[in-house]
């Protein structure tokens, strides 16, 4: 692969983000250049085999399913983590179904879990890790909530990196280079905490029955506008490099996922950046190990475009809300850019006057959950865990 060398990094405590590296290449041979990094198919190849992908799922069309698993590099371990219905429709049946034949065909190895599965909600209740269930017992709704099931699946099979996919693609090329992408990153990356975040090249839309390649979703223009003024409100810096706020798609090192802190609803891709800034912008971080290797973080713009299922206003209007209040609810967010923010929500009529918006709940790491105690619990009580090996 051929991308471009940053050209800029945004230091904040021991966090380093760079600014948007473009891939120009798909394919590429070793090449001496300082403004371009080339990565050869070995470097990846090396990567991807230690790399899980997650895929978190929710009701979506089975044939948009299907094409993200055939696109997952032959040699990642596929986890599907699915809160589908199982009602008077089972989704789920139909996503186990699609599974195995995908795995009869290609014998790429896949693990998959229903969110909702009482014995997933035992093994956490087993392992003191109580925060992602719900009042009645069972693990709550949510992406976050499925990222984190994926995280210790992955961990628990000792892989060294986690990569998060939405299911509801419909470009499978599209999903085969972002996996690649975040290999590239970890080729990139010096220090054993580092994050790759997408930024897509275009977002198409329909508009006037034509196809208009549009730049920037709605939400992550917003939300990237107001993580560069709290990061500048810092640095005392105007800067404009966090360009991935909302980057569904992205991955880690193991290292970085385990004491990474989730946040529910949409708010989890901006809530990741904020955490870290809270927790390495300060100087007496717990995570010293953490701090002392630096935590980076990649933006990495793809060649090809996203192309997902549309959710409509309210789960935009959803999305805008969950993604500003985690930043209005920081605690590096000071009154001006609160202000600003409530302004912002009240313009785009996803908050009434004299409300502020709702506190995100937070899910705290999971460096400490006994793994083989979850997964022996699991193993004996799940009913919906199939291996496909
Ligand atoms: N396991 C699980 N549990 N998966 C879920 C759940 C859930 O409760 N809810 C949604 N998903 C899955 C969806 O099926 C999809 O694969 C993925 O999570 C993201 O879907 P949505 O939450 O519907 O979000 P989106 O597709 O509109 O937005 C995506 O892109 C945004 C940035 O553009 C998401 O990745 C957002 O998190 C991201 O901010």
Redesign the pocket.
């Known amino acids: 692969m051929l991308i471009e060398a940053p050209r800029h990094a945004e230091m904040f405590g021991s966090i380093r983000i760079y600014d948007v590296q473009k891939v120009l290449k798909l394919e590429s041979k070793e090449f001496e250049s300082l403004l371009l990094h080339s990565i050869d198919r070995e470097q990846i190849e090396g990567i991807l085999d230690k790399l899980a992908v997650i895929?978190?799922?929710?009701?979506?069309k089975i044939n948009l399913l299907d094409g993200v698993l055939r696109a997952i590099p032959d040699n990642c371990l596929i986890i599907v983590?699915?809160?589908s219905s199982r009602m008077k429709r089972d989704v789920f049946k139909m996503e186990e179904d699609t599974i195995t034949r995908f795995h009869n065909l290609t014998k790429h190895p896949a693990y998959l879990i229903h969110?909702k599965d009482p014995g997933l909600a035992l093994a956490f209740k087993e392992v003191e890790y109580t925060y992602v269930l719900d009042e009645n017992g069972f693990v709550r709704?949510?992406?976050a909530?499925?990222m984190i099931i994926g995280i210790l699946l992955a961990k628990y099979l000792g892989k060294k990196f986690v990569g998060f996919i939405?299911?509801?693609n419909y470009i499978p090329g599209a999903v085969n280079e972002y996996v690649k992408d975040f290999a590239a990153g970890f080729c990139m990356s010096e220090s054993p905490y580092s994050m790759i975040r997408l930024h897509w090249k275009h977002k198409p839309k329909i508009v006037r029955s034509r196809l208009y390649f549009r730049k920037w979703?709605r939400?992550?223009e917003i939300t990237n506008k107001y993580l560069n003024i709290l990061l500048a409100n810092h640095t005392g810096f105007e800067t404009d490099t966090i360009k991935t706020g909302?980057?569904?798609?992205h991955a880690m090192t193991m290292e970085l996922a385990n004491i990474m802190k989730y946040s529910t609803g949409?708010s989890?891709?901006p809530h990741q950046l904020i955490y870290l800034l809270e927790e390495f912008g300060k100087r007496d971080t717990k995570y010293t190990d953490a701090a002392n290797a630096g935590i980076e973080i990649f933006q990495i713009e793809t060649l090809n475009p996203h192309l997902?299922?549309e959710?409509g206003e309210k789960?935009i209007k959803d999305?805008l809300l969950d993604?500003l209040s985690t930043i209005y609810h920081s605690e590096l967010c000071n009154d001006y850019l609160k202000s600003k923010i409530l302004e912002e929500l009240r313009v785009n009529n996803v908050l009434e006057q004299n409300h502020v918006p709702k506190k995100n709940l937070i899910i705290p790491p999971v460096n400490d959950v006994d793994i083989k105690k979850f997964m022996k619990v699991l193993e004996e009580y799940s009913e919906t865990f199939v291996k496909f090996e």
């Open positions: 895929i978190p799922i929710k009701n979506e983590v699915s809160n969110q709704h949510g992406k909530e499925g939405d299911a509801d979703g939400v992550s909302n980057a569904g798609e949409y989890i891709e997902h299922e959710k789960h999305m993604s």
